[in-house]
C-alpha cells in the first residue's frame, strides 16, 4: 500500500496539468472546451451530473481514527476505515496523473477568526466555478499554507468489494489529513455540504454554534436566522427584498454575533419564476452554474417546469448576484429564529411561537420531510426527523449543537417561531403547499414585531402558541383544522404524527432533560 504524505502536495506532485487560480472567464472557456456544459439563455453554465443528481447519504463516511472515535457520534455518521480512505485517495492520485486538476484557495467563515483555508482541487472547470461562487473567494490568491484539502473527481470510481463502500460514489471526510476526497458523483452539493460537515466538526468544539440555516437582517439591524432541511425555504424565504440577505445555507453563532460560513448561494430552480422570486431568477446569469436544469436545444433558454433529470435543478451564484446582500456577510445575534418544517402531513401550524423548552425539543426533533431530488431514492415527500434540521451534516453529538443553541436562546432572548412550509388543507396528495406569498407575510409580520400584540392560544394538539391575527394572510389558514374539509381526518392525521414525536424522542431518554422530553405534542 501506498506509504507517504496524504496531502495536497502529494497529489499536485504527480498531476499532469495543473489549472491555477484561474478567474471567471477562463473557468466558462475551460468548461465549455472541456464540453462539460452549455451556455444557457441568460449566460450561465448549464452542467448535467448524469446518475447523482443529489447528495448521496450512503456513500458518505468519516474516518475512524484513534483522534477522532470519541469525538464524532457514529450513530449518525458513518464510519470507514483508513484502508479505504488510502486507496480511494490513490485511485486519485493516479488519475491525476493524466489529467488536467483546476486548483485554487478558496475561505470558508466569512468571520476571520473562524475562517478555513480550503484547498480546492476539482477534476471539472465548471465543478471549480462552483466552489469559486459558493465559498469565499479571495482577491488575490493567499500565499498561506491552507488548512483543508477539498478533492473532487468525479471520473473516479470506487468498487464496492475491493474498497469497502457501498457504490461507485464516495464521500470521505478524514480529518487527520485534513481531507475531503469526493469520487463517482459529479452532484455539486456534495462538495459545498461535506465542508460544511467539516466546519460542523471544527466549530462547536471553539464554543461557536454552526448552524444548517440561512440568515438575513432587518434595516433596523436585527437578524433572523432560517433553520430548515433542503427544501424547507431556506434559500427562497432568506432572499427577501425588505432584509438584507446574509447567507442561505450555513452559518456560524460566536459571542460576537452570526456569520456566513459561505461566499455564495445554491438555490433549486424548480418552478422557479420571475414572478414569485424575482432575486433567484436574476441571479441565473453570467457567472452562475446551472445543475440539471433543461435548456431548450434551439434557443438555449431554461425551463425550469422539467423535471426530466431531477426535481433537484439547481444555481449556483455568488452572494453579490443577490442585490441586497451584505458584505462581509456578519451580522449581530439574531433576534428570531425560524424552525422551518415541510410538514407533509398537512398538521402543523402555519406559524406558531415556541418557548425555549419548545425551541429545544423541536430543535432536537428536527421534524420535517424530505422533499423529491436531493437525496438520492426520495421521489416525494417522506416524513423524517433531523436533528437540528441538519442532522446529516453533524459530526459531533446532536446534543452538543442542541446545548450551544439552548445557551444563546437563553444569553439573548431570542424569539422562536415554527413554521410550516410544508402541506395544508390535507397532506401530501391531498393538500396542497403552503403558499409562498403568505409564508413570506407571515414571516415579515413576525420579524417586523407585527404579531408581538395579536393574540396567541395554544395549539390543543402540539401546544405551540397560534396568532389569532396576522396581516396579509387569511385568518382560516392560521389554524389548520379550519384548512381541513374532513375535521375527523384531520384528528386522525395529527395523532400519526404525535405518535411519530413521541416515538422519536425516546432516542433522547437519559441524556436530556426530562421538562424539554415532556414539552412535545400531545393527543
Ligand atoms: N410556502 C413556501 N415557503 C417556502 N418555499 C416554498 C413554499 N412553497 C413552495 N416553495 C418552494 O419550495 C422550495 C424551497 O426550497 P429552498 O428555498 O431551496 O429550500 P432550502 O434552501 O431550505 O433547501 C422552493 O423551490 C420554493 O419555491
Ligand atoms: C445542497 C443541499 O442543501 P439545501 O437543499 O439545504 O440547499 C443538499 O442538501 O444537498
Ligand atoms: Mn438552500
Not at 457520534?73 to 489529467?99: G, M, Q
Not at 482541487?121 to 471549480?128: D, L, M, P, R
Not at 455540504?193 to 436585527?222: E, R, T, W
Amino acid at each position: 500500500m501506498y506509504n507517504k504524505d496524504f496531502s495536497a502536495e502529494d497529489i499536485l506532485s504527480v498531476t499532469r496539468t495543473i489549472a491555477r487560480d484561474l478567474t471567471v472567464p477562463e473557468l466558462f472557456e475551460e468548461a465549455i472546451i472541456n464540453r462539460e456544459g452549455m451556455l444557457s439563455k441568460r449566460g450561465a453554465i448549464c452542467i448535467y451530473t448524469g446518475k447523482y443528481t443529489g447528495r448521496s447519504p450512503k456513500d458518505r463516511f468519516i474516518v475512524d481514527t484513534p483522534s477522532v472515535h470519541n469525538i464524532v457520534s457514529w450513530t449518525n455518521n458513518a464510519p470507514c476505515t483508513e484502508d479505504t480512505f488510502k486507496r480511494l485517495y490513490c485511485k486519485i492520485r493516479n488519475f491525476t496523473k493524466n489529467h488536467k486538476m483546476y486548483v485554487s484557495d478558496n475561505f470558508v467563515g466569512a468571520d476571520p477568526e473562524h475562517q478555513l483555508q480550503v484547498k480546492c482541487i476539482t477534476e471539472y472547470a465548471a465543478q471549480h466555478l462552483f466552489l469559486k461562487e459558493l465559498f469565499i473567494n479571495p482577491e488575490i490568491p493567499p500565499t498561506t499554507p491552507h488548512d483543508f484539502t477539498l478533492v473532487c473527481c468525479p471520473s473516479v470510481l470506487a468498487d464496492p468489494l475491493e474498497d469497502s463502500v457501498h457504490s461507485e460514489a464516495f464521500v470521505i471526510i478524514n480529518f487527520d489529513y485534513k481531507m475531503v476526497i469526493i469520487g463517482g458523483t459529479k452532484y455539486c452539493g456534495e462538495m459545498k455540504k461535506a465542508i460544511f460537515s467539516v466546519m460542523n466538526y471544527i466549530l462547536p468544539q471553539k464554543g461557536i454554534l454552526s448552524m444548517h440555516c440561512s440568515a438575513n437582517v432587518g434595516k433596523d439591524g436585527k437578524s433572523a436566522i432560517f433553520f430548515g432541511l433542503s427544501g424547507t425555504g431556506k434559500t427562497t424565504l432568506s432572499a427577501d427584498p425588505h432584509r438584507e440577505l446574509i447567507g442561505d445555507d450555513e452559518h456560524g453563532w460566536s459571542e460576537n454575533g452570526i456569520f456566513n460560513i459561505e461566499g455564495g448561494c445554491y438555490a433549486k430552480c424548480i418552478h422557479l419564476t420571475e414572478d414569485t422570486e424575482p432575486e433567484i431568477y436574476r441571479a441565473v446569469k453570467y457567472g452562475s452554474v446551472l445543475e440539471n436544469v433543461v435548456l431548450d436545444p434551439r434557443t438555449r433558454k431554461e425551463d425550469y417546469d422539467d423535471a426530466r433529470y431531477t426535481e433537484n435543478t439547481r444555481v449556483a451564484y455568488p452572494l453579490s448576484y443577490i442585490p441586497n446582500a451584505i458584505h462581509p456577510s456578519m451580522a449581530g445575534h439574531p433576534n428570531a429564529i425560524i424552525f422551518l418544517t415541510a410538514d407533509a402531513f398537512g398538521v402543523l401550524p402555519p406559524i406558531s411561537r415556541l418557548n425555549p423548552k419548545q425551541a429545544m425539543y423541536h430543535f432536537l426533533s428536527g421534524y420535517t420531510s424530505k422533499v423529491a431530488g436531493t437525496e438520492r431514492g426520495i421521489v416525494e415527500p417522506q416524513a423524517t426527523f433531523s436533528i437540528g434540521f441538519g442532522e446529516p451534516f453533524l459530526p459531533l453529538s446532536p446534543l452538543k449543537y442542541a446545548r450551544l443553541l439552548e445557551k444563546k436562546i437563553q444569553e439573548h432572548n431570542t424569539k422562536v417561531y415554527l413554521v410550516n412550509t410544508g402541506w395544508t388543507g390535507g397532506p401530501y396528495g391531498i393538500g396542497s403547499r403552503m403558499k409562498l406569498k403568505y409564508t413570506r407575510a407571515m414571516l415579515s409580520a413576525a420579524l417586523d414585531g407585527k404579531l408581538d400584540n395579536v393574540g396567541w392560544v395554544a395549539d390543543s394538539i402540539f401546544r405551540v402558541e397560534v396568532p389569532d391575527f396576522c396581516p396579509e394572510v387569511p385568518i382560516d389558514i392560521l389554524k389548520p383544522i379550519n384548512t381541513w374539509a374532513d375535521k375527523a381526518a384531520y384528528k386522525r392525521q395529527a395523532a400519526k404524527l404525535v405518535d411519530l414525536f413521541a416515538k422519536n424522542v425516546r432516542k433522547f431518554k437519559g441524556e436530556m432533560d426530562d421538562d424539554i422530553l415532556s414539552t412535545g405534542p400531545k393527543m
